[in-house]
């Protein structure tokens, strides 16, 4: 039969001669044709390409895909059971990939678990530069195929397909050395569609001691907890094949992502309930020990699990990776023992006995060695990385609050220590090593070490706050808060240093005299050390202090007498100069030059006060035009922009040549105003920020910060952007503005717009929605600015849209010092009067134009019944009105022309609910039925072509019902005259979804049949069937399959 079809219609699964819904998995009829040989389109080719990524910013996955030729090889396949957060389980089929690094599911196979997804964009790149994108990450448990505690949670990119790869090779029968053994994948030889991608670290978790092979074509099979694996050569040795990679790029994504957050103008994110619950648990948790120092509990989340599956399996073989990298360096190896044998001794770390039975207790720490060539103190430093999954999926800071964010915002610290004219910084020495942790937490810190490679690995554990944990730096940065709110009476200068002039372990700070310095100075020493912190690496800009310091408290720069730069906030400071310089190491690209190293370079520029913004607006908008290119990530670019780039890299190498001074000129009594200019360009807009300083009759200007944005791809017209432009520098003023150091200065925004003017000025609801939304933000944003008009060529922000080269910018007096009227002791601008362009404003006004109106008259239903969806409640409800009435006008002594018998129960009564349905239907129909119901109570005939004439409606009790002969038969009244209701009619609406819910979700006619014996419903089953399609419950045994017919 099947070869008498005729249909050319297949598997869209397999390409059989079958229907879809009826494919078997696995099912290996219609997989090859009759020679055996698996036969693949030139579609599912992918070429062969031997350039490498760096796999620090790229995953790769690889997997096999055959060609049309004899020889085969089998890939690594499991049969899982893939199942949801909500208990739905299937069974699908895995490829387990040594070389991924990432692991992927198929959309098909998200849609039949229905996985809650979470929005991501990450690349996924393949050998030969095929690109392709994954838009979302869901998380599963798999299990193995057989009975098994064994369960892995599983976090994943969602991809429409992994590979084609169609296992196909002979009689399994004749490998002996499999037989008996529990299989991975049973159905190994048979072809079936890969859902699940299995990454390198799966694989780390699953094998197992345990490795068989069966001969030089045979393939072999590893012992997994998922079963035994088979992989390898299964035939004679093949002639080609094809490879399938996938790369995901991950870690320019996230350099891509701090890179455009610098430009944000800084704000303060409002707390989530997490970080809420994160406080309280701290504040209840946090005790002082009888050293002073504090402890504090891990805030972890309420479903901690109790049991870190194989945890120490992972911890060891990162140990045994780290000591082969000591063998290839050896000072690494001393640098690292030492500050692992220091962490021993000051007691932040001890040596534990934990039975083998109860290391599924503890969750062990992997940890490596980070290098800081710029340290002077530490420059080695070990790091633990508690984001590393067990053997079932779960990672330690998933299970813990992070807490909020107590850093202040980078640029308003840098501000604010720009305002001493003696200043000094210091670092607190390992800060998170100083608070303590509670001993029931000490478990989920557990370690391994072993300083000679020839004894056995030795169980430790952290006893304080560590590096490579989420809550880490809320835990940290707390305690010091704490230890400011406890003891900071008594030294109120360090306490102000704390909440104010410091950043993580940073503190940037300074007085306006040295007696004040020394004292803020020593209050801080002993504030910190009442908790057990301590300073160091001490530097300051007046030599009076620095004299007053132990040699071994300064930082190591400041006891040469050469003037070097100083590491601040990333930031070099030059305390004899003080000035701040931009150490810029930009390595010259090498070829090939693609737009992923160059957006990766851009991306690695850290200006955070936007103090070379024209310099870097041309990156921005370079960075821009390569997306116009539409070329891939690892394309080389063409030979213009390749000289573009050339160009930048050589006109970055003099930046280190720009200065900038850090002291702003303000002393106490200094009057402030803050002056604010914004700009825009086709290509970019921007917004710029200036102190000015009037002292002794003396004005000094000062640049303070500056944010760009790149125009968008959609195109906007130019007095659009200028008002961006206005927005942005409206948000810059305002997070100065709400500082303590800036609250009192007078702010003066400027703009070369008339048009931005003329809408700030004006009625936000004039204007479309656009402008009316922006103009309403900068008003809320800034209520007390003075806005002001300036001339384009006096304005400092058109240099940051067009950009400029850096020896351009190092000689510009209107960028670092503003105008020329700014530094004038004479205010010119407080008497200008502007009159604005209504030119410009023309295009974005509301046109008034004149219409004809006519009046309709249109009949409408009662707006009570719009408040309900209920047929059932609506008449209750009435019932509850209808009985306030009567019983308000029995009080009154008052006659209503309704009729309502109220009942006296406080229960609604039969009786009751009829009268209100009557009331229903009378208020419909002198709603929607007025003139109608005015020629019946007339005594007047309706018009022939009326709808209604040919029922001869009569008006009984105040309701018109259908009249005609049936008053002679011998029915009820109801059904011999049955209440005229419009199909249009709300009230109609909900009687047809009270009946169907009523008849069990009946059909039409059985619908019709029951209203039709009190109603008269013009298309009546037309208004049933629309009804019905609303149903869910309708719609959902419509839409199901037909069960295919066997035979």
């Given at each position: 039969m099947l070869r008498d079809c005729k249909s050319t219609a297949t598997c869209f699964t397999c390409n059989g001669k079958h229907h879809t819904l009826i494919h078997a998995p696995f099912k290996k009829d219609g997989a090859q044709n009759s020679s055996g040989k698996k036969k693949v389109s030139s579609q599912e080719k992918l070429?062969?390409?031997?350039?490498?990524?760096?796999?620090?910013?790229?995953?790769?996955?690889?997997?096999?895909?055959?060609?049309?030729?004899?020889?085969?090889?089998?890939?690594?396949?499991?049969?899982?059971?893939?199942?949801?957060?909500?208990?739905?389980?299937?069974?699908?089929?895995?490829?387990?990939?040594?070389?991924a690094q990432s692991s992927f599911v198929t959309e098909a196979l998200c849609q039949r678990l229905c996985l809650?997804?979470?929005?991501?964009?990450?690349?996924?790149?393949?050998?030969?530069?095929?690109?392709?994108?994954?838009?979302?990450?869901?998380?599963?448990?798999?299990?193995?195929?057989?009975?098994?505690?064994?369960?892995?949670?599983?976090?994943?990119?969602?991809?429409?397909?992994?590979?084609?790869?169609?296992?196909?090779?002979?009689?399994?029968?004749?490998?002996?050395?499999?037989?008996?053994?529990?299989?991975?994948?049973?159905?190994?030889?048979?072809?079936?569609?890969?859902?699940?991608?299995?990454?390198?670290?799966?694989?780390?978790?699953?094998?197992?001691?345990?490795?068989?092979?069966?001969?030089?074509?045979?393939?072999?099979?590893?012992?997994?907890?998922?079963?035994?694996?088979?992989?390898?050569?299964?035939?004679?040795?093949?002639?080609?094949?094809?490879?399938?990679?996938?790369?995901?790029?991950?870690?320019?994504?996230?350099?891509?992502?701090?890179?455009?957050?610098?430009?944000?103008?800084?704000?303060?994110?409002?707390?989530?309930?997490?970080?809420?619950?994160?406080?309280?648990?701290?504040?209840?948790?946090?005790?002082?020990?009888?050293?002073?120092?504090?402890?504090?509990?891990?805030?972890?989340?309420?479903?901690?699990?109790?049991?870190?599956?194989?945890?120490?399996?992972?911890?060891?073989?990162?140990?045994?990776?780290?000591?082969?990298?000591?063998?290839?360096?050896?000072?690494?190896?001393?640098?690292?023992?030492?500050?692992?044998?220091?962490?021993?001794?000051?007691?932040?770390?001890?040596?534990?006995?934990?039975?083998?039975?109860?290391?599924?207790?503890?969750?062990?720490?992997?940890?490596h060695a980070v290098v800081k060539e710029s340290s002077t103190t530490t420059r080695v430093r070990p790091v633990f990385n508690a984001s590393a999954r067990n053997a079932?999926?779960?990672?330690?800071?998933?299970?813990?609050?992070?807490?909020?964010?107590?850093?202040?915002?980078?640029?308003?610290?840098?501000?604010?220590?720009?305002?001493?004219?003696?200043?000094?910084?210091?670092?607190?020495?390992?800060?998170?090593?100083?608070?303590?942790?509670?001993?029931?937490?000490?478990?989920?810190?557990?370690?391994?070490?072993?300083?000679?490679?020839?004894?056995?690995?030795?169980?430790?554990?952290?006893?304080?706050?560590?590096?490579?944990?989420?809550?880490?730096?809320?835990?940290a940065s707390r305690t010091l808060r704490k230890l400011a709110e406890d003891d900071g009476a008594k030294f109120p200068l360090a306490t102000s240093v704390i909440h104010n002039e410091m950043y993580m372990d940073d503190v940037l700070s300074g007085a306006f005299d040295v007696g004040t310095a020394v004292q803020k100075r020593n209050q801080l020493n002993l504030l910190l050390l009442s908790g057990g912190f301590s300073l160091a690496k001490w530097m300051t800009n007046d030599s009076n202090l620095?004299?007053?310091?132990?040699?071994?408290?300064?930082?190591?720069?400041?006891?040469?007498?050469?003037?070097?730069?100083?590491s601040v906030l990333g930031l070099v400071w030059e305390p004899r100069t003080d000035v701040f310089r931009f150490n810029v190491t930009l390595e010259p690209l090498s070829a090939p030059i693609t737009k992923r190293k160059v957006l990766s370079s851009i991306a690695g520029m850290f200006d955070p006060s936007g103090w070379i913004s024209p310099v870097l607006i041309t990156l921005k908008i370079f960075m821009q035009s390569l997306w116009l290119l539409t070329k891939e990530w690892d394309t080389p670019l063409p030979d213009a922009e390749i000289e573009k780039w050339r160009a930048f890299e050589v006109d970055l190498q003099e930046l280190p040549s720009v200065t900038i001074p850090r002291w702003n000129g303000y002393m106490p009594g200094t009057h402030i105003e803050l002056h604010g200019f914004a700009d825009a360009s086709k290509f970019a807009y921007a917004a710029v920020l200036y102190l000015r300083l009037i002292c002794q009759g003396q004005a000094r200007v000062t640049l303070l910060a500056s944010k760009t944005k790149v125009a968008p791809l959609k195109t906007l017209s130019i007095p659009r952007l200028e008002l961006c432009a206005a927005h942005l520098l409206a948000k810059l003023a305002a997070s100065f503005v709400a500082t303590s150091d800036f609250a009192q200065a007078k702010l003066h925004l400027w703009s070369d717009s008339k048009t931005t003017l003329h809408w700030i000025h004006g009625l936000p609801a004039r204007w479309p929605v656009f402008v009316a939304n922006r103009c309403t933000d900068i008003i809320t944003h800034v209520p007390q600015a003075i806005w002001h008009y300036v001339n384009t060529k006096h304005n400092p922000a058109d240099l940051a849209t067009r950009g400029c080269t850096v020896s351009v910018l190092r000689s510009e007096r209107l960028w670092w010092h503003g105008p020329e009227i700014l530094s004038a002791t004479t205010r010119h601008w407080t008497s200008d009067e502007v009159t604005y362009a209504s030119e410009s404003v023309a295009s974005e006004a509301p046109a008034e134009q004149a219409v004809l109106a006519q009046s309709t008259c249109t009949l409408q239903d009662c707006d009570l019944f719009d408040r309900f969806s209920s047929y059932m409640r609506l008449k209750k409800v009435m019932v509850h009105c209808l009985r306030f009435v009567t019983r308000l006008a029995g009080r009154c002594n008052l006659t209503l022309k309704l009729q309502f018998e109220a009942a006296d129960d406080t229960e609604v009564t039969v009786q009751e609910l009829d009268q209100s349905a009557r009331h229903l239907c009378r208020m419909t129909q002198v709603a929607l039925l007025p003139e109608e119901m005015q020629r019946i109570t007339d005594k007047a005939q309706l018009d022939k072509q009326h709808p209604l004439a040919k029922l001869c409606p009569?008006?009984?009790?105040?309701?018109?019902?259908?009249?005609?002969r049936l008053r002679h038969a011998a029915l009820s009244e109801e059904r011999k005259h049955p209440i005229i209701l419009p199909a249009k009619s709300r009230l109609v609406q909900l009687l047809v979804d009270y009946m169907h819910e009523k008849m069990f979700h009946g059909g039409t006619h059985l619908i019709a049949t029951h209203l039709r014996q009190q109603y008269w419903i013009p298309r009546l089953k037309n208004v049933i069937s629309a009804r019905l399609r609303r149903c869910v419950g309708v719609s959902t045994i419509r839409s199901r399959d037909g069960v295919p017919a066997h035979g």
């Amino acid at each position: 039969m099947l070869r008498d079809c005729k249909s050319t219609a297949t598997c869209f699964t397999c390409n059989g001669k079958h229907h879809t819904l009826i494919h078997a998995p696995f099912k290996k009829d219609g997989a090859q044709n009759s020679s055996g040989k698996k036969k693949v389109s030139s579609q599912e080719k992918l070429e062969y390409s031997e350039e490498t990524v760096s796999p620090q910013s790229v995953l790769a996955t690889t997997s096999y895909n055959t060609q049309e030729i004899s020889g085969e090889a089998l890939l690594a396949t499991a049969s899982i059971r893939a199942s949801s957060s909500d208990g739905q389980c299937t069974i699908v089929r895995a490829l387990v990939d040594q070389c991924a690094q990432s692991s992927f599911v198929t959309e098909a196979l998200c849609q039949r678990l229905c996985l809650k997804k979470r929005r991501v964009n990450v690349p996924v790149s393949g050998i030969g530069q095929g690109l392709t994108n994954s838009r979302s990450e869901v998380e599963l448990a798999i299990r193995p195929h057989f009975p098994s505690k064994f369960k892995l949670m599983l976090k994943a990119y969602v991809l429409p397909t992994i590979t084609s790869y169609q296992p196909s090779c002979r009689d399994p029968k004749i490998w002996s050395h499999i037989q008996g053994l529990q299989l991975a994948d049973p159905n190994f030889e048979r072809p079936g569609r890969i859902d699940v991608l299995l990454s390198t670290q799966i694989h780390a978790r699953i094998v197992q001691e345990g490795l068989k092979t069966g001969g030089e074509n045979a393939p072999i099979t590893t012992k997994s907890r998922l079963g035994w694996i088979l992989s390898g050569s299964v035939d004679e040795p093949r002639q080609g094949g094809t490879i399938v990679c996938l790369q995901t790029d991950g870690q320019l994504d996230d350099l891509l992502k701090s890179f455009w957050e610098i430009e944000e103008p800084p704000h303060a994110l409002p707390w989530s309930a997490e970080d809420k619950l994160c406080e309280a648990h701290y504040q209840k948790n946090t005790i002082l020990l009888a050293d002073g120092r504090y402890q504090v509990q891990l805030p972890a989340k309420p479903e901690m699990p109790l049991d870190w599956d194989n945890s120490r399996q992972i911890a060891r073989s990162c140990l045994l990776s780290l000591e082969r990298k000591f063998n290839r360096n050896p000072s690494l190896r001393v640098e690292y023992s030492s500050a692992i044998t220091q962490m021993i001794e000051s007691n932040q770390m001890r040596k534990v006995d934990i039975p083998p039975e109860n290391y599924g207790m503890h969750y062990f720490l992997p940890h490596h060695a980070v290098v800081k060539e710029s340290s002077t103190t530490t420059r080695v430093r070990p790091v633990f990385n508690a984001s590393a999954r067990n053997a079932s999926g779960q990672l330690l800071n998933e299970h813990l609050m992070t807490g909020p964010n107590l850093l202040p915002q980078l640029v308003l610290v840098l501000a604010h220590w720009r305002c001493y004219p003696i200043a000094f910084v210091a670092d607190v020495s390992k800060m998170y090593l100083q608070v303590r942790l509670h001993p029931e937490d000490w478990k989920l810190q557990s370690i391994l070490w072993r300083e000679d490679p020839r004894k056995d690995i030795e169980n430790y554990v952290l006893n304080t706050v560590t590096f490579g944990c989420g809550p880490s730096a809320f835990l940290a940065s707390r305690t010091l808060r704490k230890l400011a709110e406890d003891d900071g009476a008594k030294f109120p200068l360090a306490t102000s240093v704390i909440h104010n002039e410091m950043y993580m372990d940073d503190v940037l700070s300074g007085a306006f005299d040295v007696g004040t310095a020394v004292q803020k100075r020593n209050q801080l020493n002993l504030l910190l050390l009442s908790g057990g912190f301590s300073l160091a690496k001490w530097m300051t800009n007046d030599s009076n202090l620095l004299s007053s310091f132990e040699s071994s408290d300064l930082a190591k720069e400041a006891t040469l007498k050469v003037s070097l730069g100083f590491s601040v906030l990333g930031l070099v400071w030059e305390p004899r100069t003080d000035v701040f310089r931009f150490n810029v190491t930009l390595e010259p690209l090498s070829a090939p030059i693609t737009k992923r190293k160059v957006l990766s370079s851009i991306a690695g520029m850290f200006d955070p006060s936007g103090w070379i913004s024209p310099v870097l607006i041309t990156l921005k908008i370079f960075m821009q035009s390569l997306w116009l290119l539409t070329k891939e990530w690892d394309t080389p670019l063409p030979d213009a922009e390749i000289e573009k780039w050339r160009a930048f890299e050589v006109d970055l190498q003099e930046l280190p040549s720009v200065t900038i001074p850090r002291w702003n000129g303000y002393m106490p009594g200094t009057h402030i105003e803050l002056h604010g200019f914004a700009d825009a360009s086709k290509f970019a807009y921007a917004a710029v920020l200036y102190l000015r300083l009037i002292c002794q009759g003396q004005a000094r200007v000062t640049l303070l910060a500056s944010k760009t944005k790149v125009a968008p791809l959609k195109t906007l017209s130019i007095p659009r952007l200028e008002l961006c432009a206005a927005h942005l520098l409206a948000k810059l003023a305002a997070s100065f503005v709400a500082t303590s150091d800036f609250a009192q200065a007078k702010l003066h925004l400027w703009s070369d717009s008339k048009t931005t003017l003329h809408w700030i000025h004006g009625l936000p609801a004039r204007w479309p929605v656009f402008v009316a939304n922006r103009c309403t933000d900068i008003i809320t944003h800034v209520p007390q600015a003075i806005w002001h008009y300036v001339n384009t060529k006096h304005n400092p922000a058109d240099l940051a849209t067009r950009g400029c080269t850096v020896s351009v910018l190092r000689s510009e007096r209107l960028w670092w010092h503003g105008p020329e009227i700014l530094s004038a002791t004479t205010r010119h601008w407080t008497s200008d009067e502007v009159t604005y362009a209504s030119e410009s404003v023309a295009s974005e006004a509301p046109a008034e134009q004149a219409v004809l109106a006519q009046s309709t008259c249109t009949l409408q239903d009662c707006d009570l019944f719009d408040r309900f969806s209920s047929y059932m409640r609506l008449k209750k409800v009435m019932v509850h009105c209808l009985r306030f009435v009567t019983r308000l006008a029995g009080r009154c002594n008052l006659t209503l022309k309704l009729q309502f018998e109220a009942a006296d129960d406080t229960e609604v009564t039969v009786q009751e609910l009829d009268q209100s349905a009557r009331h229903l239907c009378r208020m419909t129909q002198v709603a929607l039925l007025p003139e109608e119901m005015q020629r019946i109570t007339d005594k007047a005939q309706l018009d022939k072509q009326h709808p209604l004439a040919k029922l001869c409606p009569i008006l009984v009790n105040g309701l018109i019902r259908v009249g005609g002969r049936l008053r002679h038969a011998a029915l009820s009244e109801e059904r011999k005259h049955p209440i005229i209701l419009p199909a249009k009619s709300r009230l109609v609406q909900l009687l047809v979804d009270y009946m169907h819910e009523k008849m069990f979700h009946g059909g039409t006619h059985l619908i019709a049949t029951h209203l039709r014996q009190q109603y008269w419903i013009p298309r009546l089953k037309n208004v049933i069937s629309a009804r019905l399609r609303r149903c869910v419950g309708v719609s959902t045994i419509r839409s199901r399959d037909g069960v295919p017919a066997h035979g």
